[in-house]
């Protein structure tokens, strides 16, 4: 079995993030899962803290 990675980033720039992922896709091997929460720990932050103020 192949060995699976995945890299879990927390890049505000989500564009660049997601350029980034599309150009390692394009490699001929395998390069590995990439997942980027900068905009859900953002929402998150943002509902607790709002949440928390009330």
């Known amino acids: 079995m192949e060995n699976r ?3 879990i980033t927390v890049q ?3 564009k660049n993030a997601l350029r980034a992922a599309a150009q390692s ?3 001929p091997s395998y ?3 990439t997942l980027n929460l900068a905009r859900v720990i ?3 932050s ?3 803290r709002d949440t928390s103020a009330a």
């Open 25 to 27: 896709a394009q490699a």
């Open 12 to 14: 505000a720039d989500w």
């Open 42 to 44: 953002e929402r998150e």
């Open 31 to 33: 390069q590995g899962e």
């Open 5 to 7: 990675t995945l890299t």
């Open 46 to 48: 943002t509902r607790l």
